[in-house]
């Protein structure tokens, strides 16, 4: 089996007066994501499969 393809974040506001998500795609290169690290100003997705055309591991940060 070959790894996934790119994922996706959802983001859901919970100060909102009905729930509703919002679907974040992150870059084509980043296959399976994994775990998530969030701060005040930034978000870290770990990327498990290939990245780009290597084998390795990757992070990706978005900005908040």
Do not use: E, H, M, Q
């Amino acid at each position: 089996l070959g790894p996934a393809g790119p994922g996706y974040l959802a983001v859901i506001d919970l100060s909102a007066a009905t729930l509703a998500a919002t679907n974040v795609k992150l870059p084509d290169a980043c296959r399976n994501p994994g775990f998530v690290v969030a701060t005040p100003s930034r978000v870290y997705v770990s990327c498990a499969g290939s990245w780009g055309t290597g084998d390795g591991k990757a992070l990706v940060v978005l900005d908040v």
